[in-house]
Every structure is written in C-alpha cells, then in structure tokens.
C-alpha cells in the first residue's frame, strides 16, 4: 500500500460495554456460537483458581515462600484473574483485527479467510468469558492491551499481518499450550486447545500473506516503531508475577523485588522470548531490515533484574 493511499479506520472499542441494550439479541448470538463450535458453551468446573502456584514458578521466589497463606492465596487468584482477563481482551481485539482484514483484503478469498477468522474469534471471546468469575479491569489499564488496540486501529494491512498474526499469534500459539498444561479447570483446559488449534491457522495464513517490502517508507517507518513498543514491553520481565507479590506482601523493598526478579530468572526466560520473536521474524520473507534494527537498538537484549525492579509499579 503506498504512502498516499487511504486507510481503513476501525474502533477497536476493548472497554465497550459487552451486553447490547438490544432485547432478544443474545439468543441470536447464542445460536450462532454454538454453530461454530458445535457445541454448548463450556462452564467452569473448579471453585478456585485456574492456575496453581507452579505456572507461575512462585516457589522459586522467597518472598512468596515466606508469606502467609492468606497472601499466597491472594497472589495465586491475582495472577490466574490477570491471565483470563488478558485472554478475554486479546480475543475481543481479534475481532476488530478480523474485521479491519476483511476490509483491507485483497482478493475474495482472502476476505472470507478474515471472514471466518472472525467468527472463531467471537467463538473464542465466549469461551473465556464464560470463565470470567468477575467484571473484567478496563482494558485500558493495561500497556500493552492499550498497544493492541492502537495497532489494530491504525495499522496498515502488511504492519497488522507482521505484527499481530506472524508475532502475536505466533507467540500466543505457544503461551496457550502453556496456559492449557498449566490449567487446572478440565473445562477451561479443553476450550484453550479449542483456542490454540485455531490460533495455529492464524498464524500460518500470516506467514504466507506476509511480505513488509510492500509497506511504503511512513508505514514502514510506523510499523518499526511498533515493533520497538512491542519487545520494549516484553524486555521488563515479568512484571506482572513481581507486581502481584509486592501489592500482597507489603510492597517488599527495592532489594526484595530485585531478588524477585532474580529467582523467577528474568533475564533468561525474557531473552528466550525476545530470541523467539526473532526466530518468528526470521522465517517471514523481507524482514531482515527490521530485525537488523531492532537489534541495533538493544531490542533483543532483556533488562537487567535491578532495572526490572526499578520500573516495577
């Protein structure tokens, strides 16, 4: 697409109110669902948590060890929350993204591609809501939920392809199998399969329809930018697990988070990300330029713990 060509504009809307003022509309969306999946939605079958304190290797971490059962518990509900919640937004992003690829599809074929893509999408945000015990925190609290949204509303087609099919769901093939070793909900567990069966076609459609070089000099320029945003966020390590730890054991000291930091092996399990991404970049044709960049730029190089901790809000 060239530089002076119009885009496509959509409304990512992640903090939308999810229920429609329209009565009688859920059966409709109801019956379509269960079209796509073939099946009832699925319910939880466990009370508590859906990931134990082993996901999130909290038994490596001191603090954790030391706190009191009440704080644990805390910790452990927190984080297994925070990973539904995310899983609930990314979803929801999916189908704004399907529906701006429709638009800026190319060929018939490639539009019902988004097409369907999209109804899987909305197959998946009913999955997971359905394991949503409580009204999800606005989207816009999270950076990197707030990245997404952005990117989807202004990105151009081969920028969207790169970043979110190629990376995005690249990366996300693997942290589902993750979340779905991990879950330990039978129910949950079996709709994240569902989920990752999906997110591997995705993928694999995004590698092939690929190719930067077709990008003109602003959106190529826009779309590196994006790509710096993006390993910047995922360069301070966990931040997330550390976070949780601080708000449920009196905030612990700038040491303590540091030591955090260092049991959970930030650095390494971060620059196993960062290496993953790459390897995700370098099987897509045309993106040796902006690998070479953002290698330049330390973008593949994770923080230090003390730098980690730093930052830690």
Request: hydrophobic share 40%.
């Amino acid at each position: 697409m060239s530089d002076d060509e119009p885009t496509v504009r959509v409304r990512c809307a992640l903090d939308s109110q999810d229920a429609s003022n329209t009565p009688g509309l859920k059966k409709f969306v109801q019956a379509a669902i269960r079209r796509v999946i073939g099946e009832e939605l699925p319910t939880p079958e466990t009370e508590g948590p859906y990931w134990g304190a082993a996901h999130f290797s909290l038994s490596k971490v001191s603090a954790f060890v030391d706190a009191s059962d009440d704080e644990r518990d805390l910790i452990i509900a927190e984080l297994s929350r925070l990973l539904v919640e995310e899983a609930f937004y990314i979803e929801k992003a999916g189908m704004a993204f399907a529906s701006k690829m429709a638009l800026l599809s190319e060929s018939t074929e490639e539009r019902m591609l988004y097409c369907l893509f999209g109804a899987e999408e909305a197959s998946h945000l009913a999955m997971i809501a359905a394991f949503m015990k409580e009204a999800p925190a606005p989207a816009r609290t999270q950076p990197f939920l707030g990245f997404l949204g952005e990117l989807i509303e202004t990105g151009e087609r081969q920028a969207l392809l790169l970043c979110v099919q190629v990376l995005l769901e690249g990366w996300g093939i693997q942290h589902y199998y993750s979340l779905a070793e991990g879950c330990q909900d039978k129910s949950l567990k079996a709709a994240l399969v569902r989920i990752l069966a999906d997110e591997g076609r995705h993928h694999g459609s995004g590698v092939l329809l690929c190719d930067p070089s077709q990008l003109g000099r602003h959106d190529s320029a826009a779309l590196l930018e994006a790509l710096r945003r993006l390993y910047a966020m995922i360069q301070v390590g966990p931040q997330a697990v550390v976070g949780a730890i601080a708000r449920h054991c009196g905030g612990l000291t700038q040491r303590q988070r540091q030591q955090a930091f260092q049991e959970l092996d930030a650095e390494g399990s971060t620059r196993r990300k960062l290496a993953q991404l790459d390897a995700l970049m370098a099987k897509t044709r045309n993106t040796q330029g902006l690998r070479e960049a953002l290698r330049s730029d330390g973008l593949l190089e994770p923080w230090d713990c003390a730098r980690c901790a730093a930052v830690l809000t």
